[in-house]
């Protein structure tokens, strides 16, 4: 069973950093790009970033260039988005997902198949 768990979600400050994390289970995913996508209240859902198979290709969307970093530790099945200076329009929850033996097709992936629960991240003083 392909399964997606995010983690790493709070409160933080504006300027402040979280790192979310995504973890498999049931498939590997050394195999597949990983997108991280958010949806905030009465908002559409926006692709976040995208890491390829071998990491080596990354894509952001321009309001977290910058700021967030994508990464993936394929030997732990996990996959980061490492979120700095935060700040208020950020606050949504973040959602990992993925398609098998896909990969990121040079940006982010419009709508992967398989989804996590979401993670909530509120940027707030």
């Known amino acids: 069973q392909v399964q997606l768990v995010e983690s790493g979600g709070g409160l933080v400050q504006p300027g402040g950093s979280l790192r979310l994390s995504c973890a498999a289970s049931g498939f590997k995913l050394n195999y597949n790009a990983v997108s991280w996508f958010r949806q905030a209240p009465g908002k559409e859902r926006e692709g976040v970033s995208c890491i390829g198979m071998s990491g080596a290709n990354k894509y952001y969307a321009d309001s977290v260039k910058g700021r967030f970093t994508i990464s993936r530790d394929n030997a732990k099945n996990l996959v980061y988005l490492q979120m700095n200076n935060l700040n208020p329009e950020d606050t949504a929850i973040y959602y990992c997902?993925?398609?098998?033996?896909?990969?990121?097709?040079?940006?982010?992936?419009?709508?992967?198949?398989?989804w996590g629960q979401g993670t909530q991240v509120t940027v707030s003083s």
């Open positions: 997902a993925t398609d098998l033996h896909v990969g990121c097709g040079g940006t982010i992936p419009s709508s992967p198949q398989y």
